[in-house]
């Protein structure tokens, strides 16, 4: 399953400083069973915008992990809760059909 959602980070803190975190936290957070990776993707013509993408094994796996259980987790989310807004866009579970165009005989065409 994907969670998926938007962050916005507040002026005085920078996407940079946010995806530096993003990955010290992550670093831990994927040690938890069940995770499967995570992305940052910087919003087009807006630099003060990322979408963040998790990726877990199931729904009940991302929900048992315990952000709380690691100091540094728990000072980065703590941080980010004051320097960022963030708008959780939803849970997704795995595609059930991918609609890919018909592979052309000749590139070309």
């Not at 979408?51 to 729904?59: E, M, Q």
């Not at 963030?86 to 018909?102: A, K």
Request: with cysteine; hydrophobic share 35%.
């Amino acid at each position: 399953m994907k969670f998926v959602f938007e962050v916005r980070v507040k002026p005085g803190y920078s996407v940079e400083e946010y995806a530096d975190a993003w990955v010290r936290a992550s670093e831990i957070i994927q040690s938890t069973p069940g995770a499967r990776g995570t992305y940052l993707h910087r919003k087009i013509g807006d630099p003060d915008c990322v979408l963040a993408i998790a990726h877990w094994d199931s729904k009940a796996a991302r929900d048992a992990k315990d952000d709380r259980r690691d100091e540094t987790v728990r000072s980065i989310l703590e941080k980010h809760t004051r320097t960022c807004e963030i708008r959780v866009i939803g849970e997704f579970e795995e595609p059930e059909w991918q609609v890919l165009p018909e592979p052309r005989e000749n590139p070309a065409d």
